[in-house]
Structure formats: structure tokens, C-alpha cells
């Protein structure tokens, strides 16, 4: 099983793939995440960040 990251991690993935003007896939390498799980991330961001 891989890594456990903190959600403060993971929302400050979301919000560096999200404002960054980088790829997605660029912010995954950087990090060190596989581009599935960051966009899992996005995806549940976005889900859960309706008005």
C-alpha cells in the first residue's frame, strides 16, 4: 500500500495543479503522487466545494 498523505497535503496539491499553470501531470512527478490519485484529489475538491 503507498504512502498516506495528510489532507493539508493533499489540498495543497489540488490547489498548486489547480493555480499553478503547470500540468497536472508536471505536479504529480513533483510531488511524488501518481496522476490517478491527484486527480482523484481534484475530482473530490470539486465535489465538495459547490456553493
Known amino acids: 500500500m503507498g504512502l498516506k498523505r495528510t489532507d493539508e497535503f493533499r489540498q495543497d ?29 481534484i475530482t473530490a475538491h470539486r465535489d465538495t466545494d459547490v456553493v
Open 13 to 41: 496539491a489540488v490547489r498548486i495543479a489547480l493555480t499553478s499553470g503547470l500540468t497536472r501531470k508536471q505536479v504529480a512527478d513533483d510531488l511524488g503522487v501518481g496522476m490517478s490519485t491527484l486527480n482523484k484529489w
